[in-house]
């Protein structure tokens, strides 16, 4: 409850200095007269209160998963950064159980941690734990994946999520050269999970580069299944791309090869390419061209030798500076970074958000983006 005071009075200060900043000066002292000067007998009363630090301060990291290498950097990258600040940090992760995520931040609220970090599994899944960290007067900042349906979060760090998703489409758009295609070409999509709001925007984002080259015949998904409701993919699972990948290849591609496979994750890429070898598809003769997102060590290792055409590299180093900038926010009142206040409604507010730039990767342009700025040295890469 002190906390809640507190944060309410911090905001209520904030705000009137920022109204008080956009007025001429000379009103000031005439709005705030109820402000005494110091008696002269008060010795050393420093003007202003010391601005809290993050000494003794904890902050705790809810990580969805460590089957995927971007959320084991992720977790490394904000558990380095809070702690150069002088935060302890109790990071978990749940290995995509969605009950195990509710228990381990039920667990750090009962230990008190200061404020609460969360990429959520599921995101509407955990607002009964979101209200109680809000009644602990604990804020939380949504890492990555926006939290849904709360009132609790304070503020989102994340990518342009549609903006992968465009930059996606634009590359088959491009590397297929579609707006000049003389031959129809068949394309497979395997989207993200239903219940990660990052998947439904970066479908969104493909299709609106896309669908007029499905609709106009470029395109031929023979499957069918071009919707997000149809090729989504719960928990982002590979074994279940690998397997619908598969199912494809054998109910619709005996007669003509597969040229794209669409796919929203490294994970989908593993698994098409697993479901590619099994049905006989050979680099450099009818391999067809495959994308995915995070540019995963072995994703690009992948792009180098063919096996997969492109990624999606997102910085997590500059997320989580990003989010470490609200974690200090909340936390000693200081000023976040946010870029976006319009777009990432969670169904009760829109969320401020910092969002960071994705690039896309490919065997061009993969030293200049991953090795040069030393996401990944090139011995790892050899
Ligand atoms: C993230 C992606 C990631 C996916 C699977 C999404 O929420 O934004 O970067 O590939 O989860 O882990």
Redesign the pocket.
Known sequence: MKKILAMILAGAMMLSMGACSNEAPAEKPAETPAAPSAPAETPAAPATPAAPSAEGKTVGVAM??QS?E??INDGANMKAQLEALGYEVELQYAEDDVQMQVSQIENMIASGVDCLVIASIDSVALTGVEAQAKEAGIPIIAY??LLMETDAVSYYA??D?EGVGRAIGEYIETAKDLANATEPLTIEFFM??PD?N??VLLYNGVMKVLQPYLDNGTLVCKSGRTSFEETCILR?SQETAQKNCEDYLAGFYADEDLDICCT????FAYGCRSALEGAGYKLGENWPLITG??AELMATKNIISGYQTMSIA?DTRTLAEKCVTMVNAVLTGAEPEINDTTTYDNGVFVVPSYLCTPVAVDVNNYQEVLVDTGYYTADQLA
């Open positions: 969805p998963t995927s971007r959320w990555d994946r994340s990518f999520n993200g999970s990660d990052n998947a982002w929203a994750f490294d994970g997102q995070d997102k």
